[in-house]
């Protein structure tokens, strides 16, 4: 369970993965970002799960599938990256209740050094998975942290 006030995650409880309905799983998948926890938040995700992301870095890429290829790549950023803390968070239902709009914002830091990245997702959950995610990042935002990356050792593109 998490807890928004204000526009920020204040707390976090997990409970076992029963049938969550798609607000309960972006509230997992916010917990678990902000909280570092990325095999946990691989597991939200559909094995078939597809990831688009439209507006993306050099080197990052625009689509990927299968829940191993997400954990591969929150490892490889939680390599370098830390997320401290989500703020501005609305989440807007749908008329289709398998799917939500959600706008956030990633506080995190690379080497100290801390940013924060504006994020947009459409996020598709069946079964109390995420079968489908479209996300959009403010690229300017990540592109600073690009340069960031470039001093961490693991500088790999992961997002």
């Known amino acids: 369970m998490v807890t928004v006030t204000d526009g920020e995650v204040t707390t976090h409880r997990d409970n076992p993965n029963t049938a969550l309905g798609t607000r309960e799983v972006f509230d997992r998948f916010l917990a678990a970002s902000v909280e570092n926890r990325w095999d ?3 597991d939200l995700y559909a094995e078939d799960v597809t990831l688009e992301m439209p507006f993306t870095l050099p080197g990052v890429p625009r689509v990927s599938k299968g829940r191993e290829e997400l954990r591969r790549r929150f490892r490889a950023a939680g390599e370098f990256r830390r997320v401290t803390g989500a703020a501005n968070v609305v989440v807007h239902e749908t008329t289709d209740p398998r799917k939500l709009v959600a706008e956030f914002d990633l506080h995190q830091e690379v080497r100290g050094e801390a940013f924060a990245v504006s994020y947009v997702m459409v996020l ?8 489908h995610s479209r996300d959009y990042t403010d690229t300017a935002a990540a592109a600073a942290a690009e340069r960031l990356k470039a001093w961490s050792p693991a500088g790999t593109p992961a997002g």
């Open 40 to 42: 946990d938040l691989a």
């Open 124 to 131: 598709t959950v069946e079964d109390g998975r995420i079968t």
